[in-house]
T-cell receptor
Framework: DAKTTQPTSMDCAEGRAANLPCNHSTISGNEYVYWYRQIHSQGPQYIIHGLKNNETNEMASLIITEDRKSSTLILPHATLRDTAVYYCIVRPLGGGADGLTFGKGTHLIIQP | DAGVIQSPRHEVTEMGQEVTLRCKPISGHNSLFWYRQTMMRGLELLIYFNNNVPIDDSGMPEDRFSAKMPNASFSTLKIQPSEPRDSAVYFC?????????????FGPGTRLTVL
């Protein structure tokens, strides 16, 4: 899997939008961008994924730059329960049956 | 849907003892993964199965670790003999391979402490 770079930690005020960046400058044309998060003492949880178009679901939005070298995960109205480590992972199309390679992720802390 | 089920949730054992961790994947999923998480090394893939067949066990630390998947609804990860450095949280995940990518669903984990 291509390497990703994320900030170690970020703070965000409750109720505001949390914007988590990820750099993946070596991403290949057939690789997707995935986001997972891990709340303390729980297993990782899938959030969203995309190839090149922006994506939105009930949890978050994913904005991928036109050159696909970076992306931003947006939590539109962060709550205290969104405090977690967020992992950005890139993996190839057809790699769906392969394991995930987790980096260190971003520790997002939502402040009351 | 019950999600991925792991047992036990916590295990404390003494060095040299055999440890067996269990996982029940989500019904209908055809891929199963075992991960380990420690403070030092983060989340690491140990082994994964597709359609009950082990595909890649290159992440298994050493011969003391073994994993089996006798059927589509059950998998075990065994450590024999256990050592203090095996202390970690072990996660099982399952997925249904489909075009356009997949989503892995993780269980709650088993926290293993080897004294």
């Amino acid at each position: 899997d291509a390497k990703t770079t994320q900030p170690t930690s970020m703070d965000c005020a409750e109720g505001r939008a949390a914007n988590l960046p990820c750099n993946h400058s070596t991403i290949s044309g057939n690789e997707y961008v995935y986001w997972y998060r891990q709340i303390h003492s729980q297993g990782p949880q899938y959030i969203i994924h995309g190839l090149k178009n922006n994506e939105t679901n009930e949890m978050a939005s994913l904005i991928i730059t036109e050159d696909r070298k970076s992306s931003t995960l947006i939590l539109p109205h962060a709550t205290l329960r969104d405090t977690a480590v967020y992992y950005c992972i890139v993996r190839p199309l057809g790699g769906g049956a392969d394991g995930l390679t987790f980096g260190k992720g971003t520790h997002l802390i939502i402040q009351p | 849907d019950a999600g991925v089920i792991q047992s036990p949730r916590h295990e404390v054992t003494e060095m040299g003892q055999e440890v067996t961790l269990r996982c029940k994947p989500i019904s209908g999923h055809n891929s199963l993964f075992w991960y380990r998480q420690t403070m030092m090394r983060g989340l690491e893939l140990l082994i994964y199965f597709n359609n009950n067949v082990p595909i890649d066990d290159s992440g298994m630390p050493e011969d003391r670790f073994s994993a089996k998947m006798p059927n589509a609804s059950f998998s075990t990860l065994k450590i024999q003999p256990s050592e203090p450095r095996d202390s970690a949280v072990y996660f099982c995940a399952s997925s249904s391979h489909r075009a356009g990518g997949d989503t892995q669903y993780f269980g709650p984990g088993t926290r293993l402490t080897v004294l």
